[in-house]
């Protein structure tokens, strides 16, 4: 089992910055490819960024690449997702999501565990 806690989110104006965190326990951290998935009002879920169980691998989707760095802190056991340059279409649910495997994927059945999601909210 995985537990994920996610927090940093907010209300930020057009063009800020904000750095989400996503906290793992459980199942050995490093194991475990990490995600961010999130979901805005009236929209489906969608993928963010993904980074494998080594830290290795990392891709973005095409709509934030550029603006959001996937990172993680083994150490720690915590996954960041370092968003710049926030858009008004940024405004979503931010959800972190672990997978049982180190590969990293960005379709949301691949990934077996879920954060509760924080709010972003970007202002026009």
């Known amino acids: 089992q995985v537990q994920l806690v996610e927090s940093g989110g907010g209300l930020v104006q057009a063009g800020g910055s904000l750095r989400l965190s996503c906290a793992a326990s459980?199942?050995?951290?490093?194991?475990?490819?990490m995600a961010w998935f999130r979901q805005g009002p009236g929209k489906e879920r969608e993928f963010v960024g993904a980074?494998?169980?080594?830290?290795?691998?990392?891709f973005n989707a095409d709509s934030v690449k550029g603006r959001f760095t996937i990172s993680r802190d083994s150490a720690n056991n915590t996954v960041h997702l370092q968003m710049y340059a926030l858009k008004p279409e940024d405004t979503a649910v931010y959800y972190c999501?672990?997978?049982?495997?180190?590969?990293?994927?960005?379709?949301?059945?691949?990934?077996?565990?879920w954060g509760q999601g924080t709010q972003v909210t970007v202002s026009s």
């Open positions: 980074i494998s169980g080594t830290g290795r691998t990392t």
């Open positions: 459980g199942r050995t951290f490093s194991r475990s490819a």
């Open positions: 999501a672990a997978r049982s495997s180190i590969l990293a994927r960005s379709t949301p059945s691949d990934y077996d565990y």
